[in-house]
């Protein structure tokens, strides 16, 4: 139901408090869990959605809009504002004082097992992951992420 159950959320909770423990590194397998502060219509939250929504299943990774205050559905990333309830609200919480400590979007959460980190924001989990089982044809959706830059450092793509 477009991800909005969240594997160990006191955990998690813990984790987004404390912005931590970070990963640096890690491969994406369909089995992780993912948590992600997003915001519709930006293109680094869309950028990040795009590179993780075909390696995880749709169930396992959970999209809070921080802005309109709602989930969007991790296999469309579409708005689902009928899903309001006392997690999303205790999550938005979570978030108020860390987008006002100037936290952007996304902000990106991942379970590895047995543990959630913080992987950061799109750049961050650009540099990060790595992707398992990669086949040419799958190449192709990654060209998009080699025109983004940061600052006057260009980045290449990985493979």
């Not at 991800?3 to 640096?24: D, Q, Y």
């Not at 293109?43 to 396992?60: P, Q, T």
């Amino acid at each position: 139901m477009c991800g909005v159950t969240i594997h160990m959320l006191p955990k998690l909770k813990e984790v987004i408090k404390a912005r931590g423990p970070k990963i640096n590194k890690f491969t994406l397998n369909a089995g992780d869990r993912i948590f992600m502060f997003a915001k519709k219509n930006c293109s680094f939250s869309e950028k990040a959605w795009g590179l993780m929504k075909s390696h995880v299943e749709a169930d396992n990774f959970t999209i809070v809009d921080g802005d309109k205050r709602h989930y969007l559905c991790s296999k469309t990333f579409k708005e689902k504002p009928d899903l309001d309830n006392d997690v999303l609200k205790d999550l938005l919480q979570l978030w108020g004082p860390l987008k006002n400590e100037g936290s952007t979007y996304p902000d990106i959460y991942i379970h590895k097992h047995p543990e959630w980190y913080h992987v950061g924001g799109s750049d961050s989990l650009q540099a990060a992951v790595t992707l398992p089982d990669i086949d040419l044809g799958d190449l192709l959706h990654l060209l998009p992420l080699g025109r983004y830059n940061t600052g006057s450092e260009v980045r290449t793509l990985k493979f």
